[in-house]
Nanobody, 119 residues
């Protein structure tokens, strides 16, 4: 089992920056993808950015060039640095971890952290 705890959300003005962090605990050795999704009111949850256990990153088109995902393997932590924030980035941001255990895979989610970008 993997437990994810996010931190760093809040209110920021458009054009500003914010960094989210997600600490993983439990069976973290088997996590092969770690990252972030978001869900805005009335919309489906969408991928923001992910990073694999070998450092390969993947970003949504809407955040490329503005957001950076990184990880600290020693601390089992993933970060999302967000810059040039826009009001449309307002959402609840969820930490995500994909776990592979032999032939089984599991998905884990954090409780979510609110990011609000004011215009």
């Amino acid at each position: 089992q993997v437990h994810l705890v996010e931190s760093g959300g809040g209110l920021v003005q458009a054009g500003g920056s914010l960094t989210l962090s997600c600490a993983a605990s439990g069976s973290t050795r088997s996590i092969n993808i770690h990252g972030w999704y978001r869900q805005a009111p009335g919309k489906q949850r969408e991928l923001v950015a992910t990073i694999t256990n070998v450092g390969v990153t993947n970003y949504a088109e809407s955040v490329k060039g503005r957001f950076t995902v990184s990880r600290d393997s020693a601390k089992n932590t993933v970060h999302l640095h967000m810059s040039s924030l826009k009001p449309e980035d307002t959402a609840v941001y969820y930490c995500y971890a994909h776990q592979a255990v032999f032939d089984d895979t599991y998905e884990h989610w954090g409780q979510g952290t609110q990011v609000t970008v004011s215009s």
